[in-house]
């Protein structure tokens, strides 16, 4: 069953009535083209500041009704799972009632279910297989494609992105010449968001950018600011391929393959995870526009971005595609698990760990710049470097959890990150023994507590990359970082037995 | 080519249809760019919803379109929408688990 425009409002009206320390019914700032008011849902708990921001983004796309409903569901399960003091189960995926507080008490999240609210209503009216707004276009016929309406790379047109108004995938008359394309660049401008979600259907995907052309990571000469735009003509020169950082690109994938290892484990369905480009070529998306924005314009915030198409492909009795139930099938309940999974991952992953402890406890803004700029300009840059932050970014929110229910750990983590910040302040410093062992005792703090198999080999990485460091120089550590793969750390040492947790 | 449309009429069938070059070495840029309403195709093919006029163009056009399913337009199948009183009782339902709520709810004159 699928909600209407108004019970998708009622919801948001009754959370935020309900529960307003937690959710915050927001008006966009833009009426749909009808004049209908469009709301977001703020959610966030606690008091914690130098939180980062989450944006998810549903119903663009008329027809594909699920995604509207699976936010709200979403909304509803975050809610309850934070009041009641208990977790999420989705499937064979749970999340721990830790894991859920600490999302809503170290995350702005918002959630705008349904950013095309006239589409929708058209498509329970009139045709079911509506994929635009209502723009009346004069003289002519109806809709702008609302996901190719955004200022990137705009009126160049693609085999899915046309400047004929009568074409269902028509960029309108300009750039975000639509209300509902921009509400969403005006909460991103209001916001400074860090990660978005633009949710879609059908296929059972994860993107990332690039979706005008393929991506590359060699050429930065390459780069969407110097195209021709607003020419109602193909890609020039055509042979373009946008260029990506590889830190960017290695967030990109190892995000999308988390996310789609979470789906897999509700019900085992096989997410894949790709550039849009991939799927076929795009202008104007929401998606692409978003991340573009700090290029653009550097003085802008970078928001990793992604787009989900959820569902698989219904097929008729004869093993054709049957298109309308794949975009509405008559029960999404489980389409619509998968997809709040996936967005849950999402958030999760947008948790940036030392950034959380540092800004809330320790009142550092600057401080972490020189961790940034380590991990970007040097680990993103080498296959092994990039191992450390792939390990790092899978351990960190199951730790965080760990460490905020425990004062010790906390205090000892809040000591451990203002020492890392010292000491990346002169990579000739060398890190003395003490240094090093209260490392190593804060690692075998966190292994008595680590569940999962996955997390303790993870640690054990850590481990050993730490026990060699003493009387090296910060300099040295990281070049260690740069040239030993984590896989030979495996290979050269056995797991070390789990210490007994202290009573 | 000028598209072909339905300015003066809405369409008011449109069929699932897979999209294929007659000549596949020579078309394979063209087929990138064709103006059709794209939906994703596992198997990699090129697949849309198109009109009428649509397969007219696409064939004027030079390529082959191979109709799968028709589907008239017309409204979402009302047994798909939720009922107001149904979406009510789902939404109690669920603020029923929460703890306190009716103290709440009812402090608020609810």
């Given at each position: 069953m699928y909600r209407t425009v108004a019970q998708l409002d009622s919801a948001m009206n009754f959370l935020s009535s309900f529960f307003p320390a937690l959710c915050t019914r927001v008006e966009m700032p833009n009426r749909s083209v009808q004049g209908r008011r469009i709301f977001a849902l703020h959610m966030h708990a606690g008091s914690a500041t130098g939180r980062r921001k989450v944006f998810i983004v549903g119903g663009l796309h008329a027809r594909e009704l699920m995604n509207p409903d699976a936010i709200i569901d979403l909304q509803l399960d975050l809610a309850l799972a934070y009041l009641n003091g208990t977790g999420i189960t989705l499937g064979g995926r749970s999340w721990s009632a830790t894991d859920i507080k600490v999302m809503l008490e170290s995350l702005d999240i918002w959630m705008l279910p349904c950013a095309n609210p006239d589409g929708r209503e058209y498509v329970m009216?009139?045709?079911?297989?509506w994929r635009q707004n209502?723009?009346?276009n004069p003289g002519m016929c109806e809709g702008v494609d609302v996901n190719r309406n955004c200022d990137f790379v705009w009126g160049v047109t693609t085999g899915t992105t046309s400047c004929d108004p009568c074409m269902e995938t028509y960029l309108g008359p300009?750039?975000?010449?639509e209300p509902e394309s921009r509400n969403i660049r005006d909460l991103c401008d209001m916001q400074n968001i860090d990660v978005f979600l633009d949710v879609h259907s059908f296929t059972e995907l994860v993107l990332f950018p690039w979706g005008h052309t393929h991506t590359q990571t060699?050429?930065?000469?390459?780069?969407?600011?110097?195209l021709a735009t607003g020419t109602c003509a193909p890609l020039n020169p055509p042979g373009h391929q946008e260029y990506m950082l590889p830190r960017d690109q290695l967030r990109f994938t190892t995000v999308a393959q988390t996310i789609v290892n979470d789906i897999r484990a509700v019900r085992g369905r096989n997410y894949t995870p790709q550039t849009s480009r991939a799927l076929y070529a795009t202008t104007g998306t929401t998606s692409d526009y978003v991340y573009s924005r700090h290029i653009a314009n550097p003085g802008l915030r970078k928001t990793y971005a992604f787009a989900f198409e959820t569902g698989p492909p219904v097929l008729n009795p004869n093993g054709t595609i049957n298109v309308p139930e794949s975009f509405h099938p008559a029960d999404p309940t489980l389409v619509k698990r998968d997809a709040k999974a996936g967005m849950i991952s999402l958030m999760q992953q947008s948790i940036c760990a030392i950034e959380f402890i540092g800004a809330t406890f320790l009142g550092l803004t600057t401080g972490l710049d020189s961790m940034r700029k380590v991990r970007d300009e040097r680990l993103a840059t080498t296959a092994a470097g990039a191992e450390m932050v792939a390990l790092f970014e899978r351990v960190q929110f199951p730790l965080l959890g760990m460490i905020l229910v425990d004062e010790s750990l906390t205090k000892e983590a809040m000591g451990l990150l203002d020492t890392c910040v010292k000491l990346l302040e002169n990579e000739e410093t060398v890190l003395t023994e003490r240094e090093v062992e209260r490392g190593l005792a804060f690692v075998d703090a966190l292994v008595s507590r680590a569940e999962s198999k996955e997390l303790l080999t993870d640690l054990e990485l850590v481990r050993k990359q730490l026990e060699?460091?003493?009387?090296?120089s910060v300099r040295k550590v990281l070049d260690d970082l740069l040239s030993t793969p984590t896989r030979t750390l495996t290979k050269k040492k056995k797991p070390t037995k789990k210490p007994r947790r202290k009573s | 080519m000028a598209a072909l449309d339905y300015r003066e009429a809405p369409p008011t069938m449109r069929f699932s249809a897979t999209i294929h070059a007659l000549e596949q070495a020579a078309d394979l840029n063209r087929i990138e760019n064709l103006n059709i309403d794209r939906v994703p195709d596992p198997t990699g093919l090129v697949r849309a919803l198109v009109t009428p006029e649509d397969c007219v163009r696409l064939v004027n056009q030079g390529f082959e379109v191979r109709l799968q399913q028709a589907h008239p337009v017309q409204p979402l199948n009302p047994e798909l929408i939720e009922s107001d009183e149904s979406f009510k009782n789902w939404f109690d339902e669920r603020m029923q688990s929460v703890r306190g709520f009716k103290a709440r709810k009812g402090s608020k004159g609810r």
């Open positions: 009216t009139v045709d079911d297989m209502r723009r009346d300009g750039r975000f010449s060699t050429d930065p000469t390459q780069r969407f600011t110097s060699g460091s003493a009387d090296k | -």
